[in-house]
C-alpha cells in the first residue's frame, strides 16, 4: 500500500522526502494562527494528497483554546476556528470521497458524476465496514477487514428510524421523502476503529460485559461522569511535530486497512449516512450514487419488524456525518453534510413548496411526506468556505459540488461536563444543553435536516422558569452518553449500558448477544 501512496506523490508532485511522512501545505501545517484572517480559502484545498490529520497545526496553535465567552478576543477566535474546521470537514469529506480504482488503490480522483448509464464511482467510504456486518446476529464474529471484500457484505439498508426526542416513541422517527419513500441510513467505521472493536471483543453484547467486569473502572458507576471515557481510542492529529520521534506525527494514513504491527497509528472515525431511494425524475449524477438492495416494508406500524421485500434500487446520498477524533478536539470533531436539493432549489426532495400551511419537521410513523426545514441557519463562515470549495469542485466536475457543509462542531476550552463558564457543577436545563460533553462544544447546536430532524424541537418551556429556552440537536452532548454494556437488567432480559463509557462512539449500542442465559440469569446480577 505504501507504493500506492508513493506513486500517488510522484504522480502530483508531492514534495515529501520520506514516503513514511505525508506533507501538507503552510496554511495547514505551518500557520501562524492569524485570528484575523478570515475568512481563509485557501487554493488546491480539493487536491491535497493526504488524508488531513487535524484542523490546524496544534503545536503552533495551542494557544487558540480555552476560548473565554467574556474575553474580547471571543468573537475572532471563534471565527477563526469554525473556518479551520470548516477546511478540515470539507478536506475529510474530499478524502473520504477520493475514487477506488478496480485494483482497489485510492486514486486521487474525487468522485465524478455517474454517467448516463448510471455507471458511478466507487468512494473510499464505501469500502470501509458497515456496522451491521460488525454487530452480527447472535453474537458472532465478525470476518476479518478486506478493503476489497468490505462492500460485498453489506446487508439489505433496512433502518429507517431516526434518533427520537424523549417525548417521542423511537417507531415515529420515519422520514418521508416527496416521492412518500422513506430515507434510510447506514454507519461505517475506519479500519482502526474495526481492528480496535474486534480485538477487545466488543461486536457482542457479551464481549462489552466481560471488559467492565475484569476492569477496576469508574464506568460500574452510571452516573459518574468524572471518568475521563472508560474506553479511548486513539487521538491523532498532531501536524508537522517539532519531535519526529513522537509516532503520530505526520505519519501518512492508510485508509484501506490497519495493522497492530504498524508504527503508523490508526484514526478513529466513524460515519452516518442517508439515503433517498432516487426515482426516475431524480438526476442520478448529481447524487453519489449506488444500485443497493434496499427492504421495501409494507407499513410502518411494527417499525423494521413489519414485512418486507427485498429490491434493488438507486439510491443517493442525502446526509453525511463524519465524527473523528483529533489532537485539538478530544470529543472529537462533528461534521456534517447534506445535499443542496434537501430542502432548497425548484424541486427540494424533502420540502413541498406549495404546501405553507404543512406542519414542519414533524414525526409520524411515516403515513406521510414530512414538510423538513433547518431551523438553525447555516453560519456565514460556513457558506463562504462552501462557495470556494463548490467552485472547485465545479470546475472538476466532481459529484461533491451538489453537497454542502451544514457545519462543524468543535471543542473551545477544557471544562469539565456539566459546568458553566465560571466552572461551577450546574443542573441547570441551560448548562445541560450548552455543555453536557464538557470542553464547551461549539457552536452548541449542530443538526443535520434529513439525519436528525425531529430533534429540531424550538423554544421549550422549562419547568420552574417563566421564559422558555431554545433546544435542538447537539452531536457532541449527544455522543458524550454513549456507553458500552455494563451488566443485563435481569427482569426485562435487556443489556444496561454504562453512562459515558464509550469515548463519545454509540455504535456499540447495535450489539447482540451471543450467551444471553448466561449473563441474564438473576445470580448473575451485577451490582
Known amino acids: 500500500m505504501r507504493a500506492i501512496y508513493l506513486a500517488m506523490a510522484m504522480a502530483f508532485g508531492a514534495q515529501a522526502t520520506d514516503a513514511t511522512y505525508a506533507t501538507y501545505p503552510d496554511w495547514l501545517a505551518t500557520d501562524k494562527c492569524k485570528v484575523d484572517d478570515v475568512p481563509l480559502l485557501p487554493k488546491g484545498m480539493t487536491q491535497l494528497e493526504y488524508y488531513p490529520l487535524d484542523a490546524y497545526n496544534k503545536n503552533v496553535c495551542e494557544d487558540l483554546k480555552p476560548i473565554s465567552s467574556s474575553g474580547s478576543d471571543y468573537q475572532a477566535k471563534i471565527d477563526y476556528l469554525t473556518n479551520r474546521y470548516n477546511l478540515f470537514s470539507w478536506l475529510q469529506f474530499i478524502a473520504l470521497n477520493r475514487e477506488v480504482n478496480n485494483h482497489y488503490e485510492i486514486t486521487q480522483n474525487n468522485l465524478g458524476r455517474c454517467d448516463k448509464d448510471a455507471n458511478c464511482g466507487n468512494p473510499v467510504w464505501l469500502n470501509w465496514r458497515e456496522t451491521d456486518t460488525i454487530f452480527l446476529e447472535q453474537g458472532a464474529t465478525p470476518v476479518d477487514w478486506q478493503f476489497n471484500n468490505n462492500a460485498s457484505l453489506i446487508e439489505p439498508l433496512r433502518l429507517v428510524e431516526q434518533v427520537a ?104 472515525i466513524e460515519i452516518k449516512v442517508a439515503w433517498k431511494v432516487l426515482e426516475s425524475g431524480d438526476d442520478k449524477s448529481k447524487y453519489i450514487t449506488r444500485l443497493l438492495p434496499v427492504r421495501e416494508y409494507k407499513d410502518f406500524v411494527s417499525g423494521q419488524s413489519s414485512p418486507y421485500t427485498v429490491t434493488n434500487k438507486y439510491m443517493g446520498v442525502v446526509g453525511f456525518h463524519i465524527i473523528q477524533k483529533t489532537g485539538s478536539s478530544k470529543n472529537w470533531v462533528y461534521s456534517t453534510f447534506s445535499h443542496k436539493s434537501n430542502i432548497d432549489g425548484l424541486t427540494p426532495s424533502f420540502y413541498d413548496r406549495n404546501c405553507p400551511t404543512c406542519p414542519v419537521n414533524n414525526a409520524d410513523n411515516g403515513q406521510s411526506k414530512t414538510q423538513v426545514t433547518r431551523i438553525d441557519a447555516i453560519s456565514p463562515i460556513t457558506r463562504q468556505v462552501n462557495e470556494h470549495v463548490v467552485e472547485a469542485l465545479t470546475a472538476e466536475n466532481s459529484v461533491l459540488q451538489f453537497y454542502q457543509l451544514i457545519g462543524t462542531q468543535f471543542t473551545t476550552d477544557r471544562s469539565e461536563p456539566l459546568t458553566d463558564n465560571t466552572g461551577k457543577v450546574s443542573t441547570s436545563k441551560q448548562v445541560e444543553l450548552e455543555n453536557y460533553s464538557g470542553n464547551h462544544p461549539h457552536p452548541v447546536y449542530l443538526t443535520n435536516e434529513v439525519l436528525e430532524t425531529f430533534l429540531q424541537i424550538g423554544n421549550e418551556q422549562v419547568e420552574g422558569q417563566k421564559k422558555p429556552i431554545y433546544n435542538s440537536s447537539s452531536c457532541m452532548n449527544c455522543h458524550a452518553k454513549g456507553g458500552i454494556a455494563v451488566k443485563c437488567d435481569t427482569s426485562l432480559k435487556k443489556a444496561v449500558f454504562g453512562l459515558r463509557t464509550s469515548d463519545f462512539m454509540f455504535i456499540f449500542d447495535d450489539a447482540h448477544w451471543k450467551n444471553q442465559d448466561k449473563y441474564c440469569a438473576p445470580q448473575n446480577t451485577i451490582n
Open 165 to 268: 426526542p424523549p417525548h417521542m416513541p423511537y417507531k415515529d422517527a420515519i422520514l418521508i421523502d416527496q416521492s412518500n419513500n422513506p430515507v434510510y441510513y447506514q454507519k461505517f467505521v475506519s479500519p482502526y476503529l474495526f481492528e480496535f472493536i474486534k480485538k477487545k471483543s466488543f461486536y457482542n453484547l457479551d464481549g462489552q460485559i466481560d471488559y467492565a467486569n475484569k476492569r477496576a473502572w469508574a464506568c460500574k458507576n452510571d452516573n459518574d461522569i468524572d471518568n475521563d471515557a472508560c474506553i479511548t481510542v486513539n487521538t491523532i492529529g498532531f501536524l508537522a511535530c517539532k519531535d519526529p520521534s513522537q509516532t503520530q506525527c505526520d505519519k501518512i494514513q492508510d485508509l484501506t486497512q490497519f495493522d497492530w504491527s504498524s508504527t503508523t497509528p490508526g484514526m478513529a
